[in-house]
């Protein structure tokens, strides 16, 4: 069955160009999450959207990362005036109910890697 | 800020033989999860335990939860060559202001299954 997509799977951008990572969930899923992994951790919170309300953005490193999900389905994160300690894994997560259910299982694209040269 | 802590951080071992790793948290939670991530990999939901739960078995996997001592453990048995992963424990719940959706990952468990 279809599950999380990401793309692209690699990206390779120069010190201050702007990115955009997408992320299509798998279909009716409410939750939708983006994750940070830094090599040999693990995910960090990004943010949180419940269809297409952003109800946490805690996690942002700055201002230069922005992300949405305007018609509650697929979501772009993007970062603009890209620096060296952006690289990472950026990981997307969706899970099937809102907020209010807290025992669900969140389900993992296989992320971008994004090198900032 | 990692929330769980996973011991040892790496562990190898030979088919057949049984893992055994454990995570240690900080705050009160509603539910702790482990995840496997092979390498290249997204993460893939392994099991669930909820706060009121001691013990949970799925297949091969048995994991523990002790909230006196804020500790869990995930143990596999009978290990094979395809277990070759890392596994983090992630927690929800009051650590975040009181939103139960928001998963703390620790740092994770790279295991090696020899064959």
């Known amino acids: 069955g279809a599950g999380v997509s990401q793309s692209p799977r690699y990206k390779v951008a120069k010190r201050g160009q702007d990115v955009a990572l997408r992320c299509d969930p798998i279909?009716?899923?409410?939750?939708l999450f983006w994750y940070q992994q830094a090599l040999g951790q693990g995910p960090e919170f990004l943010t949180y959207f419940q269809n297409e309300a952003q109800l946490d953005k805690s996690g942002l490193p700055s201002d230069r990362f922005f992300a949405e999900r305007p018609e509650g389905s697929v979501s772009t994160l993007k970062i603009q005036r890209t620096q060296q300690e952006d690289s990472a894994v950026y990981l997307c997560?969706?899970?099937?109910?809102?907020?209010?259910?807290?025992?669900?299982?969140?389900?993992f694209g296989d992320g971008t890697r994004l090198s900032i040269l | 800020s990692q929330q769980g802590e996973e011991d040892p951080q790496a562990l190898s071992i030979q088919e057949g033989e049984n893992a055994t790793m454990n995570c240690s948290y900080k705050t009160s939670i509603n539910n702790l999860q482990w995840y496997r991530q092979n390498s290249g990999r997204g993460l893939v939901h392994l099991i669930l335990?909820?706060?009121?739960?001691r013990e949970k078995h799925s297949g091969r996997l048995r994991v523990t939860l002790d909230t006196s001592k804020k500790s869990s453990s995930l143990l596999i048995t009978a290990s094979r060559a395809a277990d070759t992963a890392s596994y983090f424990c992630?927690?929800?719940?009051?650590?975040?202001?009181?939103?139960?959706?928001?998963?703390?990952f620790g740092k994770g468990t790279l295991l090696t299954v020899n064959p």
């Open positions: 997560a969706s899970s099937l109910g809102g907020q209010a259910y807290s025992n669900q299982p969140q389900h």
């Open positions: 335990i909820r706060s009121n739960e």
């Open positions: 992630a927690t929800d719940g009051f650590n975040s202001g009181g939103s139960n959706y928001k998963l703390t």
């Open positions: 279909s009716g899923h409410v939750s």
